[in-house]
């Protein structure tokens, strides 16, 4: 059975830093591609980054591009996120998604969320 | 950036009632658009995928249909576990990009 597990999430300053961590399980993690995709509160998701199976290749919205970082360690079957410079509109709750392919595709199997608030 | 376009925002049902919902993407993107189930307080659940292909598990009453900008959701005979918020998505080109949502509510 495939398991998503988010975790790190919390209440963060704007300008502040926070790292997500996804622990995956019940599939072969190094040959998919991940994704991060966010839910603002009331809003519907909205992709953030993507990184490829062997962890070479990522992706990142404008919205987010310089500021965070998308990487995994197959060994470990985790995922992560790394966002720095947070800003308030970076509040939402933060899924990591499967993906079905390559690099980007259809998002197969969700984790449960974590949020992460920005305020001061 | 693909623009996907979702109507109606908010549709009340009756229980065996047929459910459509349909999504419009800004521009031709094939057959790449998903379609996904948001229940309160859950992630997003895969519902259909590549306009029509079915997803093991999900029930039969929900298809879909359309290719290039225009797209269908149809819930056959409607049933009280189906209220939920639904979502399309494209993938067809980054970044990657989803509709605003249809909310099902049941009478």
């Known amino acids: 059975e495939v398991q998503l597990v988010e975790s790190g999430g919390g209440l963060v300053r704007p300008g502040g830093s926070l790292r997500l961590s996804c622990a995956a399980s019940g599939f072969i993690f190094s040959n998919y591609a991940m994704n991060w995709v966010r839910q603002a509160p009331g809003k519907g998701p909205e992709w953030v980054s993507a990184?490829?199976?062997?962890?070479?290749?990522?992706y990142y919205a404008d919205s987010v591009k310089g500021r965070f970082t998308i990487s995994r360690d197959n060994s470990k079957t985790a995922l992560y996120l790394q966002m720095n410079s947070l800003r308030a509109d970076d509040t939402a709750i933060y899924y990591c998604?499967?993906?079905?392919?390559?690099?980007?595709?259809?998002?197969?199997?969700w984790g449960q969320g974590t949020l992460v608030t920005v305020s001061s | 950036e693909i623009v996907l376009t979702q109507s109606p925002d908010f549709q009340s049902v009756t229980p065996k009632e047929k459910v459509t919902i349909t999504c419009r993407a800004s521009?031709?993107?094939?057959?790449?658009l998903h379609w996904y189930q948001q229940k309160p307080d859950q992630s997003p659940k895969l519902l259909i995928r590549?306009?029509?292909q079915s997803i093991s598990g999900v029930p039969s009453r929900f298809s879909g249909s359309g290719s290039g900008t225009d797209f269908t959701l149809t819930i056959n005979s409607l049933e009280a576990a189906d209220a939920a918020t639904y979502y399309c998505h494209q993938s067809s080109s980054l970044p990657l990009t989803f509709g605003g949502g249809t909310k099902v509510e049941i009478k």
């Open positions: 998604a499967k993906v079905d392919a390559p690099y980007w595709g259809e998002f197969d199997y």
């Open positions: 590549y306009a029509s």
């Open positions: 990184i490829s199976g062997s962890g070479g290749t990522t």
């Open positions: 521009q031709s993107i094939g057959s790449s």
